[in-house]
């Protein structure tokens, strides 16, 4: 048979017994003392008594009064702790300024879909997305102007968005949107709907409006990696820049 050890008192019973330890031990050397002069071993029992009632009832302020608020403090910190973790995590996640996915977020979640879509054998497409002549409404109205027309942006796009769909800013003016389980036809589709959105888009009261253009790959699995779509998305892209603006692009690897 196994011999169970009993737990060691921890907390609040713990502070009792070694207060209580301490002031015994006092009352102890105390009552010692006090046995030269001929102190009845009735009293030495009275004395023991007080001497543990004492300690309860230190221990009970010393509770209350130290080591509770004491507790409160760690558990403060670390919940303060958890927070700021949280927030940093969100820092890394999300664009500041526009609320979507950062360049880091988007890109692990197009290497998850991609692993998923050779694993599996679904359909995966991207969509890469510029505003057209940003830098000159940069130029004309500010770069505060700018700031607020990439939010609006972004905010137009986020809400054409399905929930399993992932939008985030690639860089500056320009945007990637993956969508899983979505062939090149119903993509292309996609992107001509956020485009017709955002060109009807007014920016301010003056109504400001800003065109952007898009191309649009689809993953295939002979072709591999995650960067090789984003570079056919980004190639369709270009050309939807050279023809014009304000168009969709379909990558010609297609």
Request: hydrophobic share 45%.
């Amino acid at each position: 048979m196994t011999k169970t050890s009993t737990p060691p008192l921890t907390g609040f019973g713990s502070t009792i017994v070694k207060i209580a330890l301490v002031i015994l031990a006092v009352e102890l050397f105390i009552m010692l003392g006090f046995d030269w002069f001929g102190v009845l071993p009735f009293d030495w029992t009275l004395a023991l008594l007080d001497a543990g009632l004492l300690a309860v009832v230190v221990a009970i302020i010393a509770y209350f009064g130290f080591i509770r608020p004491k507790d409160r403090q760690i558990l403060a910190a670390i919940a303060a702790l958890a927070e700021a973790r949280l927030d940093a995590e969100n820092l890394a996640r999300f664009d500041s300024l526009t609320g979507v996915l950062s360049r880091r977020a988007l890109l692990d979640a197009l290497d998850t879909e991609v692993e998923r879509a050779e694993r599996y054998g679904r359909a995966l497409t991207c969509i890469m997305l510029d505003l057209d002549h940003f830098k000159e409404l940069n130029d004309t109205y500010g770069h505060q102007f700018g700031d607020k027309a990439l939010h609006r942006i972004a905010r137009v796009m986020s809400e054409h968005c399905r929930t399993n769909d992932h939008l985030g800013r690639y860089g500056g003016e320009e945007f990637l949107i993956i969508l899983p389980e979505t062939h090149i036809d119903d993509a292309t589709k996609f992107a001509e709907r956020i485009r017709s959105a955002v060109a009807e888009t007014t920016l301010d009261r003056s109504k400001e409006r800003i065109t952007l253009s898009a191309g649009v790959a689809e993953w295939r699995d002979v072709e591999g990696s995650a960067s090789r779509l984003i570079s056919q998305a980004d190639l369709a892209l270009l050309e939807a820049k050279a023809d014009g603006r304000n168009r969709v692009k379909v990558s010609k690897s297609v």
